[in-house]
Structures are given as structure tokens and as C-alpha cells.
């Protein structure tokens, strides 16, 4: 069936680079997508990536995709304290529906 | 509105209580999804709507959960008969077309619910 894995924890300075790793099981799905959930708030979508692709950059953030691999990474160059959120990956399981992990908490030290 | 707007945002309720969970999307939104997020895990989809039509119901864990969208603009979540296995995180998203390919899903901050 389809599944999402996510490492649960990351603890990174600030200013260094944090990378966070997500595999999945649906060789289908169309998407990939990183969503940023800070407390309190609702779920932000960060970026995502077409099947097809490599590699996407967006300003801080850079997506890899290894799709024979089916692992995704979402690395956050420059990682600043407001970085320091819940991170979920999804992929698109059906034509309508997320299927996420159980989401990265990443907590930034001084 | 500007936002996907979910009330209540906190919820308590007694066991064996219905609740009704109500979700404003974002104006012009056709498609309007539920996801249900225990403490500590993703969301996890329950069921989606196209303008009034409910697409999907797959998600709903039981009869007891029901979803509704009658006018193809607000919607409204009912669980019956609560349990304590019910509570989580309900979070309410909308898009502005119905196919997800590269189509953004804006999320509510979602309503709380303990059943107690």
C-alpha cells in the first residue's frame, strides 16, 4: 500500500544546512510535496516537485528526487530559528488525495 | 475570505455526544478536502468534495463520520456518537481546480476535538 517514511527528529545549528529525508512507496504518484506546519498554524505548502524531475530550487530550499530510489530530501541552506517547525512530506496518492508522512521535527540551536 | 476558515477551533465534548465540525474554504475553491491529524502523526485524508458532490469518502473510518457540502461552498464534518478515538486534529483544505497535479491545497488551522 502506500506509505510515507520520515525521520522523526533533526537538531541543527543555525547557519548551517538541515536536510531532511522522506522515502515513499507509490512509484505513481505524480507530486511530491514538503509542508511546513509551525505550532498553532495551519499547513503551509513549501514546495514540490514533478515526477519527472530532478532536482527543484526555490531561494533557501532545494528538492531532490530519486525516484528509483523513491527517496525524496528537502535541504534548507542557511537554516534560521523561524525554520524551526514540523516538516511533511506527501506524495500524491490518487488523483485527489496527500498521503503523508509522520512528519520531521527540525529544531534550530543557537 | 482570504483563508480556509475551520470553527470551532477547540472542541470538548462528552463520550457518546455528536459534534459537527464546519468548514468556510477559500471563495471560488472547487474542490474541499478532510484530513484527520492524531498528535504526533501527518493528516490523513478522509474524504473530498467537487463543488457539492463527495468524490471520495474512502478516509471515513466508520458510519459514524459524515461529511456534507450542499451548496458546493461551506461544509460540515459529523461524527456521531463520539469516542475517545476520535480525537485529533480535523483540518479542513480547499483547491481552486479539482486536479491535484501541481494544484496548491491551501489547509485550515484545523479544530481540535478531545472526547472525553
Known amino acids: 500500500g502506500e506509505d510515507v517514511e520520515q525521520s522523526l527528529f533533526l537538531s541543527v545549528r543555525e547557519g548551517d544546512s538541515s536536510v531532511i529525508n522522506c522515502t515513499y512507496t507509490?512509484?505513481?504518484?505524480?507530486?511530491l510535496y514538503w509542508y511546513k506546519q509551525e505550532p498553532g498554524a495551519g499547513l503551509q505548502l513549501l514546495t514540490y516537485i514533478f515526477s519527472n524531475m530532478d532536482m527543484k530550487q526555490d531561494q533557501r530550499l532545494t528538492v531532490l528526487l530519486n525516484k528509483k530510489d523513491k527517496h525524496l530530501s528537502l535541504r534548507i541552506a542557511d537554516t534560521q530559528t523561524g525554520d524551526s517547525a514540523i516538516y511533511f512530506c506527501a506524495e500524491s496518492g490518487g488523483y485527489n488525495k496527500l498521503i503523508f508522512g509522520a512528519g520531521t521535527r527540525l529544531a534550530v540551536h543557537p | 475570505g482570504a483563508g480556509v476558515s475551520q470553527s470551532p477551533r477547540y472542541k470538548v465534548t462528552k463520550r457518546g455526544q455528536d459534534v459537527a465540525l464546519r468548514c468556510d474554504p477559500i471563495s471560488g475553491h472547487v474542490s474541499l478536502y478532510w484530513y484527520r491529524q492524531a498528535l504526533g502523526q501527518g493528516p490523513e485524508f478522509l474524504t473530498y468534495?467537487?463543488?457539492?458532490?463527495?468524490?471520495?469518502k474512502s478516509g471515513l473510518p466508520n458510519d459514524r463520520f459524515s461529511a456534507e457540502r450542499p451548496e458546493g461552498s461551506i461544509s460540515t464534518l459529523t461524527i456521531q456518537r463520539t469516542e475517545q478515538r476520535d480525537s485529533a486534529m480535523y483540518r479542513c483544505?480547499?483547491?481552486?481546480?479539482?486536479?491535484?497535479?501541481?494544484?496548491?491545497?491551501?489547509f485550515g488551522e484545523g479544530s481540535w476535538l478531545t472526547v472525553v
Open positions: 468534495f467537487n463543488y457539492e458532490a463527495q468524490q471520495d
Open positions: 483544505a480547499s483547491s481552486l481546480e479539482s486536479n491535484l497535479a501541481g494544484n496548491t491545497i491551501y
Open positions: 507509490d512509484s505513481s504518484s505524480t507530486y
